[in-house]
């Protein structure tokens, strides 16, 4: 959730090879926070409004810089900060659905200081409201397709929530 991560995961999805695809499943689980929900939230609600078409072929579509197809995120208990907040605003935006396990209310954005021993913390300082009124800290978010990988299932590579995933991405084929 920094900048470089921002910059990966922006070229990698409107790649050549990734522009193709008919779906994204964002997967945000395990996320200790940052700030990026505005960027991202903006880079997966593209709506196509052109298409380029020259001599008859179709080469592309306008927004060219922004995802225009179905997406979801997954998301897990142990999502914090920011790690919270994408999925919060991506909810209330509906631009898809959030698959897994319900994350508990940590969106506050943290002033984070370094001590000259090394010793660094984080001091809570703003809280993030939506348009009603509400803080988002204490305030559960809970996913569109509840899903939960028991410990079995990670010992064996298995993951269910992904699984729901490609199962629900599949619909829009």
């Known amino acids: 959730m ?4 921002f910059r990966t995961v922006y070229s990698e999805l409107l790649s050549a090879e990734n522009r193709v695809k008919d779906a994204v499943i964002v997967d945000e689980r395990h996320n200790g926070g940052g ?5 991202l939230c903006t880079l997966l609600s593209g709506k196509e409004y052109q298409k380029f078409i020259p001599h008859g ?14 997406s979801c995120v997954l998301i897990c ?15 209330y935006l509906g631009i898809g659905k959030l698959i897994g396990a319900p994350i508990a209310g940590t969106m506050t954005a943290v002033w984070w200081e370094t001590l000259i021993n090394g010793m660094i913390f984080g001091i809570p300082q703003v809280g993030c409201q939506d348009m009603s009124g509400r803080f ?23 993951d269910r929530q992904l699984e729901r995933a490609v199962r629900e991405m599949m619909k829009n084929k």
């Open 2 to 5: 920094n900048s470089s991560s």
């Open 57 to 70: 072929k179709h080469i592309g579509n306008d927004p060219f810089n922004k995802w225009n197809k179905p």
């Open 35 to 39: 700030w990026l929900h505005d960027d």
């Open 77 to 91: 208990e142990d999502d914090y900060s920011n790690g919270m907040g994408f999925p919060q605003i991506y909810k």
């Open 136 to 158: 988002a800290e204490n305030l559960q978010l809970n996913p569109d397709i509840e899903v939960y990988n028991t410990p079995a299932d990670y010992i064996n590579g298995y």
